[in-house]
């Protein structure tokens, strides 16, 4: 009588291709994360003039930096066409970007400063923090940040 034995080729076989799967994916993880600090008001109440944040206020109205008036998160319109004009007083000034200017995946060539922070509070919903962020993109803003504040709380 013959004593029963396991046969495991194939099962040494799915393992090779698992193995083969992995060695092939690995390389397409991205490697690194860019990411951008909001620079230190240089003194009270002043902020840096390069730095543009957006704003999501509590009743949803959006604000650029100081200024207010720019829409809501339904109507965004204001807030495209005010970036719109900013990054183009950039171009004409020649204001040129101390870190993103020679960037290969830099998807305009005009070199100057399109990073916005978009800064939302607590409350706000993740489908307003979006349609500010497409806003942004839509304007023409590179790289878009999140500026969060009190990760402590």
């Known amino acids: 009588m013959n004593s029963p034995s396991i046969n495991v080729t194939p099962l040494i076989d799915v393992l090779l291709v ?4 992995f060695m092939v994916i690995t390389p397409l993880k991205p490697s690194s994360f860019k990411a951008r600090v909001p620079s230190e008001p240089t003194g009270e109440g002043s902020t840096n003039p390069e730095s543009l944040v957006v704003a999501v206020e509590k009743d949803k ?12 998160v339904e109507d965004t319109a ?16 020649g204001s040129v ?6 960037d ?3 998807p305009y060539n005009d070199r100057i400063e399109r990073t ?5 509070d607590r409350s706000a919903d993740y489908g307003s923090v979006a349609r500010v962020v497409d806003a942004a993109k839509l304007a023409g803003a590179y790289p878009i940040s999140l500026q969060i504040d009190d990760l402590g709380s």
């Open 61 to 72: 109205s959006l604000r650029l930096n100081l200024e207010t008036g720019l829409g809501t």
């Open 18 to 21: 698992l193995l083969i799967i």
């Open 116 to 120: 916005v922070f978009i800064k939302a």
């Open 78 to 93: 204001k807030l495209v066409d005010r970036l719109r004009e900013v990054f183009a007083d950039r171009i004409k000034n």
């Open 104 to 106: 290969p995946n830099r």
């Open 97 to 102: 970007s101390a870190s993103f200017a020679e």
